[in-house]
């Protein structure tokens, strides 16, 4: 990549993490996309700001030769939009050149997630008679008890826990807080671990982790995601799980229950009502359930 679109694109990531916070790894992938499509549009000759408008589908139809699949081409088709749409307003381009580039809609991808009797067995899984065991087992009812992503769970320090209240003050995408309650059962999970538990796996208790790792510092998401794999064999899961499978099973078993879409978006802390909807699809038990109660002919 040339230094003049090396120079643009931080411009352009920067105006992003400035206008709407973008995390790291939004950037990262803005990045990595742009970058290889200057790179292709080099080859041609061409560069960002002079992109001939036929250079992304020919691109496109050569990754979908190449094995990618449509969500793939769909998450670059959006960023390179973005970028776009930046570059007009800065008054760089006169018209953007992906104006006539469609794809085909893309359905969503369902979450893996977990029944109600699997989460119990991995919440159960930790041996509690250790303070190893102790953290994990209140690492893992809090991230179910609030829906929280891994990287919030790992980042949570100790000032940001209300026990009295019930509620965990949780710092989200694009360095948003929202306060998300517990429940009663990775509350008092979260006081057996701080009275017996944390100070038995830190040497100097003032450190800011709620949840350290090694040298009293904060866990990695690699490391508590190795943790789960570890506690779902003990538990005899065998399902594919993800990083996010006991947020997923949050959302699911909420929905299952009767709650309100709209209150899931917010402890989820989503910020598109649509980004939600995805897990409307796990509540059809419930659906079919209350028809059979209530209608007429059910």
Known sequence: MSDH??????????????????????????????????????????????????????????????????RSNA??????????????????????????VRLPPVRP?????LDEDEVERLLEAPDTDTPLGLRDRAML??????????SELVGLTPDAVNLRQGVVRVRGKGDKERLVPLGEEAIAWL??????????????????????????????????WHRIKVHARAAAIDKPLSPHTLRHAFATHLLNHGANLRVVQLLLGHSDLSTTQIYTHVAQARLETLHADHHPRG
């Open 5 to 70: 679109a090396d120079t643009l694109l931080e411009r352009f990531l920067d105006a992003l993490w400035l206008e709407q916070g973008a995390s790291d790894n939004t950037l990262a992938a803005y990045r990595h996309d742009l970058a290889a499509f200057a790179a292709r549009l080099a080859e041609r000759g061409d560069s960002l700001l002079h992109a001939d408008p036929q250079a992304l589908p020919d691109w496109l139809d050569a990754r979908r030769a190449a094995g990618y699949q449509l």
């Open 191 to 224: 006081e057996r671990y701080l009275r017996a538990g944390r100070g038995a796996l830190m040497r100097d208790i003032t450190r800011p982790p709620l949840f350290p790792g090694r040298s009293d510092g904060f866990m990695t998401r690699q490391t508590f």
């Open 75 to 100: 998450r670059l088709l959006s960023s390179l939009r973005r970028f776009y749409r930046w570059a007009l307003v800065e008054g760089l381009i006169e018209a953007d050149p992906l104006t006539e």
């Open 141 to 150: 009812e809090v991230l179910y008890a609030g829906g929280l992503r891994v």
């Open 109 to 113: 991808s369902l979450p893996r997630t």
